[in-house]
Nanobody, 123 residues
Framework: QVQLVESGGGLVQAGGSLRLSCAAS????????MGWFRQAPGKEREFVAV????????SYADSVKGRFTISRDNAKNTVYLQMNSLKPEDTAVYYCGSRSGPLTTSLREYDYWGQGTQVTVSS
């Protein structure tokens, strides 16, 4: 199994920045890609960004392109989400997920999830 722990959430004003971290432990050798998703109150969980462990291939939701950057540190088994120019509509609980297969934006394809970290952007 893989255990994922997110951190770095908090309260920030619109236009500000936050960096989220997702630390993986356990059977990390089985991980092929890791993604960030978010869930706002009353809404379904949605894709934000994804990265492959090996080649660092990335993909982003249109709503965050140019503002968010996903990266990874293989030595630390950690994935980051740098969030700049935050907007109130970015407010959500952010989750990281891992899977042993190729890059995908579908949350149903992910094998393991963290507990989430709250991001609140005030206007």
């Amino acid at each position: 199994q893989v255990q994922l722990v997110e951190s770095g959430g908090g309260l920030v004003q619109a236009g500000g920045s936050l960096r989220l971290s997702c630390a993986a432990s356990g059977r990390t050798s089985s991980m092929y890609s890791m993604g960030w998703f978010r869930q706002a109150p009353g809404k379904e969980r949605e894709f934000v960004a994804v990265i492959t462990w090996g080649g660092g291939v990335t993909s982003y939701a249109d709503s965050v392109k140019g503002r968010f950057t996903i990266s990874r540190d293989n030595a630390k088994n950690t994935v980051y989400l740098q969030m700049n120019s935050l907007k109130p509509e970015d407010t959500a609980v952010y989750y990281c997920g891992s899977r042993s297969g190729p890059l995908t934006t579908s949350l149903r394809e992910y094998d393991y999830w963290g507990q989430g970290t709250q991001v609140t952007v005030s206007s």
